[in-house]
RNA sequence: CGGAGUGUGGCUCAGCUUGGUAGAGCGCUACGUUCGGGACGUAGAGGCCGCAGGUUCAAAUCCUGUCACUCCGACCA
């Protein structure tokens, strides 16, 4: 009977009421907390660990194409916002201002940086001369602040963590080969150490970044079927540069413009591991991003020999390398496999008197609940196997449910009622006009292009909306 | 920025209509019994009721203002 029970209370189920399963999930996971300033989160131990881990494997990445880390200022001056048209007029309505230092009032107000495009360029303007300069491929892990008016923990923070990598290249190609080559690094590092499937692709004309003259975006599917833009990478030509009067100076002795990209990945990931992978217990987290990987836990531990072997173990494990703890606590078992649960740690170990007994222990898996009998002297290697398959499994649930979840409509009946019943992704032509995209989000409710598809053919010649000839084909979704 | 709601021990909330000794459950602390799916008993600690005014002999409760947060919209490279 117990097995058919909800195991875990407190957590609204996620077919319920997605949005509060998800806070809830928040909550009991201690991933971060409310700050007293709205839209500002405390980072607990248990999501800032996840961060780390995210932010390790993403810089090691980085590295390896050639990336250096850099830290710039948090402040940027008005003036200096102010030197790219389209980039003051997209940030302009988010940013906070600094306008007093002390109690004198400052000649020039500061704004808190919404992102560093400007301040990147400001740098490179003063300290770029010749084409030896080049290229700059830097990176900055920091914060940045946007004045958003409606907040939910990760998914839309007015603080965020991010990374901000920010290039500049001597031509147009080597700028633009480096936009594609981080959005590869994001496509691998999402796919490979978060399990998470995606759709990718460029974003439609008056959906880029601002400033920016090419956005490519990957497009997470969330299991309530709403869309998660994920990470994004962008290649800004050499409006940017040109705007700042960055100039170098070739082989021949003329002045050159530069040309740019920037790229980002936001701790707004952390929201999208919970909404892809986590269930009604809770959270379930990939090994790759787990801050723990196993918990051992022993039953009742205050029989003899009990906790000294669990010790044993816990000792073992760490020596051959995971990220192990040991739940000693005077808590009931049940408690503990529900904690256990809660915070998606992928694997605990229960160890007692009758395994003991028969030199075994139970491994139990977070996202299938399997139980595995392991012998004792064979656990160390077996656990990686274990995490490797649950990595795998994880993954291709997900993608299962994206597949399942990408449709395709020729008519906008078909792609409203499509929108009415199955929540993901509908593949739909269209002839470019925002005009139309405007009308299909007013008719589905929400339904906008999430991103362009060009490598496959297309499905119609005509919009979907105003039957005109079909410029794009593109997966429509809503979006968080 | 519009609509709605909520501020009372750490958490979830009751009490407010009809003003009169500040409550419950959970959690926390100590001790004892338990221990293979959220155990139980006993004892205990913890609160100027978001803030500021006002009405009153008396305000968590009524009035005015204010601040904050949550949800739904609009907005959101």
């Given at each position: 009977?117990?097995k058919?029970?909800?195991?875990?209370?407190?957590?609204?189920?996620?077919?319920?009421n997605?949005?509060?399963?998800?806070?809830?999930v928040?909550?009991?996971a201690e991933?971060?907390?409310y700050?007293?300033?709205k839209?500002c989160?405390?980072?607990?131990?248990?999501g800032?660990?996840?961060?780390?881990?995210?932010?390790a494997?993403?810089?090691r990445r980085?590295?390896?194409?050639?990336?250096?880390?850099?830290?710039?200022?948090l402040?940027i001056?008005?003036?200096?916002?102010?030197?790219?048209?389209?980039?003051?007029?997209?940030?302009?309505p988010?940013?906070?201002?600094?306008t007093?230092?002390?109690?004198?009032?400052?000649?020039?107000?500061?704004?808190?940086r919404?992102?560093?495009?400007?301040?990147?360029?400001?740098?490179?303007?003063?300290?770029?001369?010749?084409?030896r300069?080049?290229?700059k491929?830097w990176?900055?892990?920091?914060?940045?602040l946007?004045?958003?008016?409606?907040?939910?923990?990760?998914?839309r923070?007015?603080?965020?963590?991010?990374?901000?990598?920010?290039?500049?290249?001597?031509?147009?190609?080597?700028?633009?080969?480096?936009?594609?080559?981080?959005?590869?690094?994001y496509?691998?590092?999402?796919?490979?150490?978060?399990?998470?499937?995606?759709?990718?692709?460029r974003?439609?004309?008056?959906?880029?970044?601002?400033?920016?003259q090419?956005?490519y975006?990957?497009e997470?599917l969330?299991?309530?079927?709403?869309?998660?833009?994920?990470?994004?990478?962008?290649?800004?030509?050499?409006?940017f540069?040109?705007?700042?009067?960055?100039?170098?100076?070739?082989k021949?002795?003329?002045?050159?413009?530069?040309?740019e990209?920037?790229w980002?990945?936001?701790?707004?990931?952390i929201?999208?591991?919970?909404m892809?992978?986590?269930?009604?217990?809770?959270?379930?987290l990939?090994?790759?991003?787990?801050?723990?990987?196993?918990?051992?836990?022993?039953?009742?531990?205050h029989?003899?020999?009990?906790?000294?072997?669990a010790?044993?173990?816990?000792?073992?494990?760490?020596?051959?390398g995971?990220?192990?703890?040991?739940d000693d606590?005077?808590?009931?078992?049940?408690?503990?496999f529900?904690?256990?649960?809660?915070?998606?740690?992928?694997?605990?170990i229960?160890?007692?008197?009758?395994?003991?007994?028969?030199?075994?222990?139970?491994?139990?898996?977070?996202?299938t609940r399997?139980?595995i009998?392991?012998k004792?002297?064979?656990?160390?290697?077996?656990?990686?196997?274990?995490?490797?398959?649950?990595q795998?499994?994880?993954?291709?649930?997900?993608?299962?449910?994206?597949?399942?979840?990408?449709d395709?409509?020729?008519?906008?009946?078909?792609?409203?009622?499509?929108?009415?019943?199955?929540?993901?992704?509908?593949?739909?032509?269209?002839?470019?006009d925002?005009e139309c995209?405007?009308?299909v989000?007013?008719?589905?409710?929400?339904?906008?292009?999430?991103?362009?598809i060009?490598?496959?053919?297309?499905?119609?010649d005509?919009?979907i909306?105003?039957g005109?000839?079909a410029?794009?084909m593109?997966y429509w979704?809503?979006?968080?």
């Amino acid at each position: 009977m117990a097995k058919d029970k909800k195991l875990v209370k407190n957590i609204t189920p996620r077919d319920e009421n997605f949005a509060q399963w998800y806070t809830d999930v928040v909550r009991e996971a201690e991933l971060c907390d409310y700050s007293s300033v709205k839209g500002c989160l405390n980072y607990l131990p248990n999501g800032y660990a996840i961060w780390e881990l995210i932010q390790a494997d993403l810089d090691r990445r980085f590295k390896e194409t050639g990336v250096e880390n850099v830290s710039l200022p948090l402040l940027i001056p008005e003036s200096l916002l102010e030197k790219e048209a389209d980039h003051v007029e997209g940030f302009a309505p988010e940013v906070a201002w600094v306008t007093h230092g002390g109690m004198e009032r400052l000649q020039e107000r500061l704004c808190v940086r919404p992102t560093s495009e400007t301040l990147f360029c400001d740098l490179w303007a003063r300290t770029v001369k010749s084409y030896r300069d080049l290229p700059k491929v830097w990176n900055q892990w920091n914060s940045v602040l946007r004045w958003e008016k409606t907040t939910r923990p990760f998914l839309r923070s007015r603080e965020f963590l991010w990374q901000e990598g920010h290039t500049i290249h001597a031509t147009y190609e080597e700028a633009e080969e480096r936009t594609i080559q981080m959005f590869h690094v994001y496509e691998d590092c999402y796919r490979e150490t978060l399990a998470i499937p995606f759709v990718s692709g460029r974003k439609a004309e008056h959906e880029k970044f601002a400033g920016a003259q090419d956005t490519y975006t990957i497009e997470a599917l969330m299991h309530d079927g709403k869309a998660l833009q994920s990470a994004t990478s962008h290649f800004f030509g050499s409006g940017f540069p040109d705007a700042f009067g960055i100039k170098y100076i070739d082989k021949n002795n003329e002045p050159q413009s530069v040309y740019e990209t920037s790229w980002g990945w936001s701790t707004r990931s952390i929201g999208g591991l919970i909404m892809v992978h986590g269930d009604d217990d809770g959270l379930v987290l990939p090994p790759h991003v787990a801050p723990v990987e196993c918990r051992v836990i022993p039953i009742a531990q205050h029989k003899e020999g009990v906790l000294d072997r669990a010790y044993a173990l816990f000792d073992e494990l760490k020596r051959a390398g995971y990220r192990v703890k040991i739940d000693d606590s005077d808590k009931s078992p049940g408690w503990k496999f529900a904690e256990q649960e809660i915070l998606g740690i992928p694997t605990r170990i229960e160890i007692g008197p009758k395994d003991i007994e028969n030199n075994q222990v139970v491994v139990v898996r977070r996202d299938t609940r399997e139980k595995i009998i392991v012998k004792m002297d064979e656990i160390a290697g077996k656990l990686r196997d274990i995490l490797e398959v649950i990595q795998q499994d994880m993954y291709n649930r997900a993608k299962d449910f994206l597949n399942a979840h990408i449709d395709t409509a020729t008519e906008l009946d078909e792609m409203k009622e499509k929108f009415k019943q199955n929540r993901g992704f509908v593949k739909a032509c269209w002839c470019g006009d925002p005009e139309c995209e405007g009308e299909v989000k007013y008719v589905t409710g929400g339904a906008a292009t999430r991103c362009l598809i060009e490598d496959e053919e297309m499905i119609s010649d005509k919009c979907i909306w105003c039957g005109k000839p079909a410029k794009h084909m593109a997966y429509w979704g809503k979006a968080y």
